[in-house]
């Protein structure tokens, strides 16, 4: 009951397109637009917002994304994760891109709370959380606390109180920001479960990326945890673990990529596809698009490494490190697996590395495109990719320059982030359509203008 007023829906939407059509085009489509099993063609959405009509004649319509109606997908090849029609479809994806966009912020503020040393201001954790101090007393005894602790014996030794409110409320906005997200993801969750818009297979992958969430506290606690320890020597500043700050790091990374690459499927079901030869060259990019992503992430997890190690306030010139290429202590830790990891000459030295092969990958990627049939949506993102990794390079080289400011190295977070996400909107947009939508194409694209 359900497809056949869906159906009924598209028809009268095409009879009116039809008849606002110019008299020469209302011939060509009145014999074939008006039947079920061409509803997929008809109803099928570019990213510049023109229908495919079968004979390759475009006219302008109203939508940016592209989308499939829903019926009989799952016979099609096409299977949808929100059931229940496109208002469904599309407070779901609100829902979601709202989700990586808060998950986004959990990132910047986190490099926030890093970049002012706010990160070990609080002694304890609670996984329910607990209110500030909200007397003098209670403001005290947080500070007695902090007193306690090796970082403040051997770098904010005579720290007034002033002081440490600030980074006590940088540290309990982090952690309360996180608590928020937990509520307005599982909030909404619930009510979509209720509703019945969410597909089994859409259920289990957001209840694991929940998860996920749930346990990105308890890394972050566990990090925390190691830069209150007292360091193996007098002379060591105290400071968390690089290996837990990397894996608290890489955890909002994936977090992220999953929400964001859910969204994307919720609201895009389908690439935009115009014809064959568009769909072939967007695989022969995203045989290129896979290995240039992976970069794009190890350099980034490498980033976390530069900043549990404080390697960003060392070597301050660029493109030398100091008055040298290669610095001689690189090797200077046993085993040698170590020194990627630990060493700050070292970890500096992949760092910088790696960001220059990204931006030569990415630079890569973008010539490639000159000589691929591709939907100009395409083309345009792996510009706007090409661009920001310019822009991160730059970002980066000027952090390392000012001896990372806060600004300009919470900037540098976020181009790192920003440039993740372009990568996963290109991998998501060069994915293979359908079978029903690829047997609706014609072998070149054809327009009317």
Not at 120 to 148: A, H, V
Not at 402 to 411: D, E, N
């Amino acid at each position: 009951m359900f497809q056949s007023r869906v159906v009924a829906s598209i028809l009268r939407r095409n009879k009116a397109i039809i008849n606002s059509l110019p008299s020469n085009l209302k011939g060509t489509c009145s014999s074939r637009c008006f039947t079920p099993s061409s509803a997929n063609a008809v109803t099928r959405t570019s990213f510049f917002g023109f229908r495919s009509l079968p004979k390759g004649h475009h006219v302008p319509s109203f939508r940016n994304m592209s989308t499939v109606a829903s019926v009989g997908t799952e016979e099609e090849g096409l299977k949808m994760l929100v059931t229940a029609g496109p208002r469904a479809q599309k407070m779901v994806g609100i829902w979601l891109f709202g989700s990586a966009a808060w998950v986004f912020s959990m990132v910047v503020l986190g490099g926030v709370t890093r970049l002012t040393r706010s990160g070990l201001s609080m002694t304890d954790w609670k996984f329910t959380g607990n209110l500030p101090p909200l007397s003098d007393d209670e403001w005290q005894q947080e500070f007695e606390k902090y007193k306690q602790s090796p970082e403040y014996k051997r770098v904010n030794k005579g720290m007034s109180i002033e002081d440490f409110k600030f980074i006590y409320w940088m540290e309990y906005a982090h952690r309360m920001w996180g608590r928020a997200l937990g509520m307005m993801f599982a909030l909404p969750f619930s009510y979509f479960l209720r509703k019945g818009y969410i597909t089994m297979r859409l259920g289990l992958r957001l209840s694991a990326l929940f998860a996920l969430g749930a346990g990105q506290g308890l890394i972050g606690w566990w990090m925390v945890k190691s830069g209150l320890e007292e360091p193996a020597s007098e002379y060591v500043e105290p400071r968390v673990s690089p290996y837990r700050l990397a894996a608290h790091l890489t955890s909002a990374f994936v977090i992220y990529s999953g929400l964001f690459w859910t969204a994307l499927s919720v609201v895009m079901p389908e690439p935009p596809a115009e014809s064959l030869a568009w769909v072939q060259g967007a695989a022969k990019l995203k045989r290129l698009a896979i290995p240039v992503s992976l970069i794009v992430g190890i350099t980034a997890v490498s980033g976390a490494f530069v900043a549990g190690n404080d390697a960003g306030r060392a070597y301050n010139t660029f493109p030398k490190m100091g008055d040298v290429w290669v610095p001689d202590n690189i090797f200077d830790l046993k085993p040698t697996i170590r020194n990627l990891f630990e060493n700050t000459s070292m970890v500096q030295l992949d760092h910088r590395i790696l960001a220059t092969t990204t931006l030569i990958s990415i630079c890569g990627l973008w010539w490639s495109t000159k000589k691929l049939d591709i939907h100009p949506a395409i083309r345009t993102l792996v510009g706007a990719t090409f661009g920001m990794a310019a822009l991160q390079v730059t970002l980066g080289v000027s952090t390392l320059l000012s001896y990372v400011p806060v600004s300009l190295g919470t900037a540098h977070q976020a181009g790192a982030l920003t440039l993740l996400t372009l990568m996963l909107l290109l991998n998501h947009t060069v994915r293979r359509p359908s079978m029903s939508l690829l047997k609706t194409l014609p072998q070149v694209t054809k327009t009317a203008w």
